[in-house]
């Protein structure tokens, strides 16, 4: 059965980043340039973090907005074909929910892919890979 990644607990989010870091390693560098996941504070530690990745929509805005078919629907969430892509960012103003991020350097989507590898490194919970009914 497929899985998605989901955001289980964000209470237990301290900002820590371990999550993006790890994200960005998939690509073979640190920093968090091309991570598809973020962190945002919704008022610090006394009021909490969000965390910010791609939800698997079922019928997704970024992939229905591209105009040129460089996102594509997966079995779960969806894949950027990044030699499709023309750095339009009309997938990134489509998300309702900030998941698309940007690559400055290589000028192309940021999307999580439901690897889980992000889940694996949250040393608090606050990520991991659910499975779901019918992909």
Do not use: Y
Request: aromatic share 4%; net charge neutral.
């Amino acid at each position: 059965m497929p899985k998605r990644l989901a955001v289980v607990d964000p209470g237990r989010c301290v900002d820590c980043l371990l999550c993006a870091l790890a994200c960005s390693r998939r690509f073979g560098e640190g920093g968090l340039a091309r991570s598809a996941v973020a962190v945002r504070s919704v008022g610090g530690v006394e009021h909490g973090f969000v965390v910010i990745v791609c939800r698997a929509c079922p019928d997704p805005p970024c992939a229905a907005s591209c105009p040129v078919g460089a996102i594509t629907k997966a079995a779960v969430g969806v894949r950027v074909q990044p030699e499709r892509c023309i750095g339009c960012r009309t997938c990134v103003l489509s998300c309702p929910f900030g998941a698309v991020h940007w690559d400055e350097e290589q000028n192309k989507p940021v999307i999580c892919v439901h690897c889980g590898l992000c889940a694996s490194f949250c040393p608090h919970g606050v990520l991991a890979l659910e499975e779901v009914e019918g992909g």
